[in-house]
């Protein structure tokens, strides 16, 4: 295990997992107060709070305090009648803390509405990586996102390392490019948690038939939230911006019908 310093331990949580620190130690134990430890989701541990049965055990528990996603203290009795068998004695208190990951937005397209969409996503807690096929428009000068990426749709779109925890909006500059990025999301082995893409009526029910003849299945057209974002009467960029993002929310928080704050 490599060891965890107080400068790595946000690199090493950035995608998500469980922060470990010994807070008491008592007696004979391998444990020493402020020992720290990140468990990962693959239960893979950098760091370590002793070693041996006891760290063993506290990635055990760390993962069951990911799915959970409940921090607490767990107090582990050290002696060989304990729980553990050890045989040193003492007493050790840990501390678990689950970490979540920024929730990521993949944006394809920086044009009006994606500089919009960037700057709304971002103040709701979204990291945004800003995507576009136009040399310029993915830059910091034309659009405020936390990562930019410019090329060719076909590979960004296919190449990139999306997961499917992560959020898509997709708003590109043409109907061409929003149906090649689309098609590459589409046929990922896991559809993102959110995909949504601008465009009229007509224009979807057009593209949504071609992809019908090229064997897209309805049950992967019906994951893309199109057109994009709750109907709240949007018209201009900032405001559709708002509806895409709160859309968004309902998807992460689980809501199927919208009600007023009051019911």
Request: hydrophobic share 40%; glycine share 12%; charged share 25%.
């Amino acid at each position: 295990m490599s060891v965890l310093t107080l400068t790595n331990i946000a690199e090493t949580l950035k995608n998500g997992g469980v922060y470990v620190v010994v807070v008491a130690a008592e007696g004979s134990t391998p444990a020493r107060p402020g020992a720290k430890m990140a468990v990962l989701a693959d239960g893979s541990a950098f760091g370590t709070v002793g070693g041996g049965i006891l760290e063993t055990t506290a990635i055990e528990e760390a993962l069951r305090r990911l799915d959970s996603k409940n921090a607490g203290l767990i107090e582990y009795e050290m002696g060989k009648d304990g729980p553990l068998g050890a045989e040193c004695g003492g007493k050790v208190t840990m501390f678990f803390e689950p970490i979540r990951p920024k929730m990521k937005l993949w944006l394809f397209g920086a044009g009006h509405v994606g500089r919009e969409i960037a700057k709304a996503s971002a103040v709701a807690g979204w990291h945004v990586v800003a995507c576009d096929d136009r040399p310029g428009a993915a830059e910091p000068e034309n659009i405020t996102a936390n990562e930019y990426r410019t090329g060719d749709y076909d590979d960004l779109a296919g190449n990139s390392p999306i997961l499917q925890t992560d959020y898509v909006a997709i708003v590109t500059a043409g109907h061409e490019g929003d149906e090649t990025v689309l098609k590459n999301i589409l046929s990922r082995k896991y559809i993102p948690m959110y995909v949504g893409m601008m465009g009229s009526k007509y224009k979807i029910e057009e593209m949504f038939a071609r992809l019908r003849r090229e064997g897209f299945s309805e049950e992967q057209l019906s994951r893309v939230h199109a057109p994009i974002g709750l109907n709240v009467g949007t018209v201009e960029p900032g405001e559709i911006a708002v509806a895409v993002v709160a859309e968004m929310l309902a998807v992460k928080h689980g809501i199927e019908r919208i009600r007023k704050c009051s019911e």
